[in-house]
């Protein structure tokens, strides 16, 4: 059984980095939404499951920023 998965409940993939990205508005930590952290505690283990199994799809709508403020102003931050 995977790590999330027991004692017969789904337990929350957060890491305790939350982060909301600004562009994709997912935690840069779990990469859940919003919605899915804010529901989290009233969903039943069939709709965390549900969340768990599309997190890894969702790594690549991260987009890195590379250079900060300096980047952006060059231009070559996203």
Do not use: K, N
Request: charged share 30%; glycine share 12%.
């Amino acid at each position: 059984m995977d790590d999330y998965r027991r004692h017969g409940q789904v337990e929350s993939p957060c890491v305790r980095i939350c982060v909301i990205h600004p562009h994709a508005r997912i935690c840069t930590g779990c990469l859940r939404s919003i919605d899915e952290i804010s529901r989290w505690a009233s969903m039943s283990d069939a709709e965390r499951s549900e969340v768990l199994d599309d997190l890894p799809g969702r790594t690549g709508q991260l987009q890195v920023r590379r250079g900060g403020r300096r980047g952006r102003l060059a231009g070559t931050g996203q």
